[in-house]
């Protein structure tokens, strides 16, 4: 990395998987997120996201909302109380059923659910919101979890892409996270998926974890290529040990420098492209004939809490304890406290707790900012104030200015996110709120 950079990889930027982002969520009743549900119009296409907050044990690099139950009772009891919540939702949607084009189940451990509470959650949704045709089914997957019965349960149920937590492929750096799951058991996983139908195959990588270096992660990429998942998210690790108490068993000595993180994942998106790999936004790589790849040749790409998506519904509904519903209103987080979501679902209440409006001057910037997040590109007419601090981030070379219209160099693609700020109006900068731009 040239060193006039470093001043940008190390400032904390928002990851921009929506705008305004949840840094500026406050406290948001129940009572208004179920009004802008009602509001929803008869021919909204909708989205569903389910939240499974269960892991069979802890990663020491997780920075998500789950826990490791001690019975699966538990689990049980949650599959009861999120298909009462998908049935309220239902029961309160105005319009008619089916209009549901992805479904996504992330967490947590989707599969740690078995296939009877798996099946029980998909009934729900089938039975209260509908599937349009076509609908992408898609689960986000712990290769060690992925039992023969549980990728059963995912075939019978139609899911038709499996997202894969590889993360790094070295034995050694899944030790010091926690993570043991060798390249064989990865394989098999892809193969038996594979089989069983399901054939859209997303790997998730990261870096910036302790003990990798340059080889070893260009090494995990190299095997990523043999295994042909047809697309490839790249994330970089945050180490936020007072926020994430498990981090704290990752010793700051072991951890890649700024530098190092840089040239990691510049080498992973670089073995990634010569394989074949299309480069999108700001950390993933597709096949040239997924349809992500085509979503960005016809600008029909999006972002959303998942990373990238095709999805183009006009609303998101989530369900599970810290989801988050994205209506043309604004944001609402269900309870992230499981204990409360449970209570609510349980009684047929919204858990709902934290959110924000939007607001029309939030829905332009939000353009413009998915704009250079999807295509590194965008007309800035509309925002003549942004140009001082375009002009600033112009002089290092991160960006270029022709006329009204900026691109960020592809070779900077990993500061697109610094770029996109310069159109976030809620951006205070301070220290702490969001990941390092690298
Ligand atoms: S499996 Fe995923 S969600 Fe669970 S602890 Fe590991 S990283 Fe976190």
Known sequence: MQPHLLKYALQDIPRYTSYPTAAQF???????????????????????????PFCRQ?????????????????????????????????????GPKARVKHLHFGGGTPTYLKPQEFTSVMDAVHTHLGLAPGAELAVEIDPRTLTP????????????????????????????????QPFGLVAAGVEALRKSGIDSINFDLIYGLPGQTEASVAETARLTATLAPSRVAVFGYAHVPWFKKQQAMIKQADLPGVEDRFAQATIIGDVL??????????????????????????????????????????????????????LPNGFAQNARDQAAWI???EE????????????????????IISQIMCYLEADFAAFPEALPRLEELASDG????????????????????????????????QAGRHAKAV
């Not at 059963?152 to 790094?168: F, K, T």
């Open 26 to 52: 406050g406290p948001l009743r129940p009572e208004t997120f179920e009004f802008w549900r009602a509001g929803l119009g008869v021919a909204t296409s909708l989205s569903a996201y389910v939240h499974v």
């Open 58 to 94: 802890l990663c020491w690099y997780c920075g998500c909302h789950t826990s490791v139950p001690n019975s699966y009772s538990r689990a049980q009891r949650f599959t009861a109380a999120i298909t009462r919540e998908i049935a309220a939702t239902g029961a309160a949607l105005p």
């Open 149 to 180: 019965q549980v990728r059963a349960g995912l075939a019978q149920n139609g899911i038709n892409r499996a997202s894969l937590g590889v993360q790094d492929f070295s034995l050694a750096v899944q030790a010091k996270i926690n993570r043991i």
């Open 273 to 326: 492209q010569e394989h074949g790999y299309v480069p999108v936004g700001l950390d993933h790589y597709v096949k040239p004939d997924d349809d992500m790849a085509k979503a960005l040749a016809t600008r029909t790409l999006r972002r959303n809490f998942q990373g990238y998506t095709t999805d183009a519904a006009d609303a998101l509904l989530g369900f599970g304890p810290s989801s988050i519903s994205a």
């Open 343 to 345: 209570t609510a679902a």
């Open 348 to 367: 047929g209440r919204t858990s709902v707790d934290r959110g924000i409006a939007v607001t029309d001057e939030d829905n332009r910037r939000a353009q």
């Open 398 to 429: 991160l960006v270029k200015l022709n006329g009204t219209h900026l691109s960020v160099p592809t070779e900077h693609r990993l500061f697109c996110r610094t770029v996109a700020q310069a159109f976030d109006a809620h951006y205070t900068g």
